[in-house]
């Protein structure tokens, strides 16, 4: 008896599955391994979003474009515990201060434009507004609370190499990272200027300052100063201790081991 239809058709279909597998195969075992730094912090932007863009989920903040040393000291950070999530607690501990600082300049070299801010989540009052902008750009002496420009720069996208950006973030981010500095869930190299300044400043500022900042276009040329403008406040120990503004040595990216 010679097959039917049905077999026939059973066959066809068996066959171009075979032939499509194998064609996935063939085009997954031919993804060549580069043993770049690129292709090393694929770790990162899993999270990060490609290219260290920030996810879109509003925790994972960009690392892109950020200063070198600033993103240096944070992977120090997280290696050494003083700041605490668990998936960069294990993802640094077995490496080394030479290799995080590869990681820190390849990141800071990536020159990404920024997207627009996005939508607001919260509504501000005009108060809320006035008050939040006043304490970014003027502060309030009579609490101790130097303005964020003193540090952060007058356009608010950073001063190199120590100090990050302030502008495209997410409100979300921006309002647990201000949140953790306060009630010392999250800390920095003494003498940690941020806790002293978000000890100062009330919890509904501190919502007040992350929803006017979030909402902020970035600049089109959004690189971190050059240099403070005038001297810092106080003294930061991110800023005095910090030693890893200079690219990597010559001869490529070191193993990472600890």
């Known amino acids: 008896m010679s097959p039917g239809p049905r077999h026939a058709a059973a066959v066809a279909a068996l066959a171009a599955t075979a032939t499509l597998t194998c064609l996935v195969a063939t085009s997954t075992e031919a993804a060549p391994f580069e043993d770049t730094m690129a292709q090393r912090v694929l770790a990162c932007t899993g999270c990060h979003g490609p290219e260290g863009r920030a996810a879109p989920d509003g925790y994972y903040p960009r690392i892109a474009g950020k200063p070198a040393g600033y993103l240096y000291n944070q992977l120090l950070n997280f290696r050494d515990e003083r700041r605490h999530y668990a998936l960069m607690n294990g ?15 390849h990141f800071a070299r990536l020159d990404i434009p920024y997207p627009p801010p996005a939508a607001a989540t ?18 309030d002496a009579q609490r101790g609370v130097p303005p964020c420009i003193a540090c ?16 495209g973030l997410p409100r979300d981010y921006l309002n647990a ?29 501190i919502g007040a300052i992350s929803a006017w900042l979030a909402a902020q276009p970035v600049p089109a040329d959004a690189k971190p100063a050059g240099a ?3 001297p810092l406040p106080f003294e930061c120990g991110g800023v005095a201790n910090a030693v890893a503004s200079s690219p990597p040595p010559a001869g490529g990216a070191s193993g990472p081991t600890r």
């Open 122 to 139: 919260a509504t501000l009052g005009d108060a809320d507004r006035a008050g939040a902008a006043r304490l970014v750009t003027e502060g």
């Open 91 to 105: 993802l640094l501990a077995p490496l080394s201060d030479a290799y995080l600082r590869e990681i820190a300049v």
């Open 228 to 230: 403070f403008a005038t």
């Open 152 to 167: 952060h720069g007058k356009s608010m996208t950073g001063t190199a190499p120590f100090v990050p950006g302030l502008l």
């Open 177 to 205: 990272q201000l949140g953790a500095w306060r009630e010392d869930k999250r800390r920095a190299q003494s003498p940690d200027c941020m806790s002293r300044v978000a000890k100062a400043i009330a919890p509904e500022e």
